[in-house]
């Protein structure tokens, strides 16, 4: 267990590069910002059990401490919703504790079959157990942090 994202990046730096975007398969994430951040491939490299849910990717915003949960995704928005959050119990008990208000999650989906309703009530159900804020988007999800 790590006490902080310096020594985590530093023991999985293979996992690790200098980047604030994401693409696979014409989905894409962006962060919109001149800040530091770093980003960890989460599938199949810091967690490459095939057995454990994990999202594709994590960024580390530098500045204060706030991490992104990314999936990349067909259309299975609520597959990866629960990607998101088996990837958030993982690092809890295996890598690193990070507030709640310091966790974000974002779904990229090639599109999004849910209603709005049905988007909402995972939006909502994030923001009140699992992190700050739930983007989900369709291809492209150009994120500004505040």
């Not at 890598?95 to 049905?118: A, D, M, W, Y």
């Amino acid at each position: 267990m790590h006490t902080n994202f310096d020594d985590f990046i530093v023991v999985h730096q293979n996992c690790c590069t200098k980047s604030n975007v994401a693409s696979e398969n014409g989905k894409r994430f962006e962060i919109n910002s001149v800040e530091s951040f770093t980003r960890i491939r989460i599938d199949d490299c810091l967690i490459p059990s095939k057995e454990v849910q994990k999202c594709d990717f994590g960024f580390v915003r530098h500045s204060n401490e706030e991490f992104y949960f990314v999936e990349l995704k067909g259309k299975d928005v609520k597959t990866a919703f629960d990607q998101i959050i088996s990837t958030i119990t993982v690092f809890e008990t295996d890598f690193i504790r990070i507030p709640q208000g310091k966790r974000f999650g974002f779904i990229v989906s090639s599109r999004n079959p849910l209603s709005g309703t049905e988007t909402n009530i995972l939006k909502q159900a994030f923001a009140k157990k699992y992190g700050k804020v739930l983007e989900i988007k369709n291809k492209n999800c150009k994120y500004t942090p505040r």
